[in-house]
């Protein structure tokens, strides 16, 4: 006879493990579209590749080559897409396999990388390589984030910085061979060094004589500015200008004096203005 009791309680055994399985499939399929999700509508590019080339890649990978889909994609290297010469001198593709080395003994590595679009554009990226094992074997998850707007953003702030300190130490030309150099506000030795470049060569270009630096609107002015000041004097004496000091305070003058060096090539005058009259009917 058949055992009907046992059958069907080996029945309902079957139905419950085949329920637990289809909820823990059901689980992975959720959290698979999760990280799908999240990889696929993440802004920066993400590509798995192995020996053979790119296995798989988000959108951001597809836009940041300026692709049209994703099999112009697959099947390529990471390194193919890039120009043959890094910023830093090196072939592409020899330093990609020493990236990728890296990368394996690390279990990480993250750098700097000049890649290219489709469009022939090269861009910069910080690269994040992450070694993985598949079924298939040994590969790379690889991830680009664009530095494009970063750089561009860093650029523009460069040439701001640039235009405000040479604004901040304007060479003025006030009349035939004479410049006027008003400075204001600290000067260090960067700011120092920047103005004695510009003073020079407007001294050259202009084939000025006299050089009129007012100190009227200097901050914290001691031994190091004066120093500063003393050789500006000298390095435009070299190029047949001379040099007028003029709003100086006791403080300024305390600090000059305090110097051990040779004054003759400096001249004094009251006020700007005092010395830009007398330049002119010099000249």
Same mark, same amino acid.
């Given at each position: 006879?058949?055992? /009907?009791?046992?059958? *069907?309680?080996?029945?309902?055994?079957?139905?419950?493990e085949?329920?637990?399985?289809? #909820?823990?499939? #059901?689980?992975? &399929?959720? =959290?698979?579209?999760r990280?799908?999700?999240i990889?696929?509508?993440?802004?920066?590019a993400?590509? @798995? +590749?192995?020996? %053979?080339?790119?296995l798989?890649?988000?959108?951001?990978? !597809?836009?940041?080559?300026?692709?049209t889909?994703?099999?112009?994609?697959?099947?390529?290297?990471? #390194?193919?897409?890039?120009p043959?010469?890094?910023?830093?001198?090196?072939? =592409?593709? &020899?330093?990609?396999?020493?990236?990728?080395?890296?990368?394996?003994?690390?279990?990480?590595?993250?750098?700097?990388?000049?890649?290219?679009?489709?469009?022939?554009?090269?861009?910069p990226?910080?690269?994040?390589?992450t070694?993985?094992? @598949?079924?298939?074997?040994p590969?790379?998850?690889?991830?680009?984030?664009?530095?494009?707007?970063?750089?561009?953003?860093?650029? #523009?702030?460069?040439?701001?910085?640039?235009v !405000?300190?040479?604004?901040? %130490?304007?060479?003025?030309? /006030?009349?035939?061979?004479?410049?006027?150099?008003?400075?204001?506000g600290? +000067?260090?030795a960067?700011?120092?060094?920047?103005?004695?470049?510009?003073l020079?060569?407007a !001294? =050259?270009?202009?084939?000025?004589? %006299?050089?009129?630096?007012?100190?009227?609107?200097?901050?914290? +002015?001691?031994?190091?500015?004066?120093?500063?000041?003393?050789?500006?004097?000298?390095?435009?004496?070299?190029?047949?200008? &001379? /040099?007028?000091?003029?709003?100086?305070?006791?403080?300024?003058?305390?600090? !000059? /004096?305090?110097?051990?060096?040779?004054?003759? *090539?400096?001249?004094?005058?009251? =006020?700007a203005? &005092?010395?830009i009259a007398?330049a002119?009917?010099?000249?």
């Amino acid at each position: 006879m058949v055992d /009907v009791t046992g059958a *069907q309680g080996d029945l309902a055994a079957l139905l419950h493990e085949n329920a637990v399985l289809r #909820a823990r499939l #059901a689980e992975c &399929e959720a =959290s698979a579209e999760r990280f799908r999700s999240i990889v696929e509508h993440a802004s920066d590019a993400y590509l @798995l +590749f192995d020996s %053979t080339g790119i296995l798989d890649c988000n959108r951001a990978s !597809i836009a940041m080559l300026r692709c049209t889909d994703k099999h112009q994609v697959l099947s390529l290297h990471p #390194a193919v897409l890039s120009p043959d010469v890094q910023p830093d001198g090196r072939r =592409s593709l &020899e330093k990609s396999v020493e990236m990728d080395r890296t990368a394996r003994e690390r279990g990480f590595h993250r750098f700097q990388w000049m890649h290219r679009r489709m469009t022939g554009e090269d861009f910069p990226v910080e690269v994040t390589l992450t070694p993985v094992d @598949l079924r298939s074997g040994p590969a790379m998850v690889v991830t680009w984030h664009d530095l494009s707007e970063l750089q561009a953003r860093e650029e #523009a702030l460069r040439r701001q910085d640039e235009v !405000i300190r040479r604004l901040s %130490t304007p060479v003025i030309a /006030v009349g035939e061979g004479a410049l006027l150099l008003p400075i204001v506000g600290p +000067f260090g030795a960067r700011r120092a060094n920047e103005t004695t470049t510009a003073l020079l060569d407007a !001294i =050259s270009t202009q084939r000025a004589r %006299t050089v009129i630096v007012d100190l009227t609107g200097v901050e914290d +002015f001691d031994a190091a500015t004066a120093t500063a000041l003393v050789r500006l004097a000298a390095a435009a004496g070299l190029l047949g200008a &001379e /040099v007028v000091l003029t709003g100086i305070g006791p403080a300024i003058a305390t600090a !000059i /004096v305090g110097l051990d060096v040779d004054l003759r *090539q400096i001249r004094t005058a009251t =006020s700007a203005g &005092e010395a830009i009259a007398r330049a002119l009917r010099r000249h």
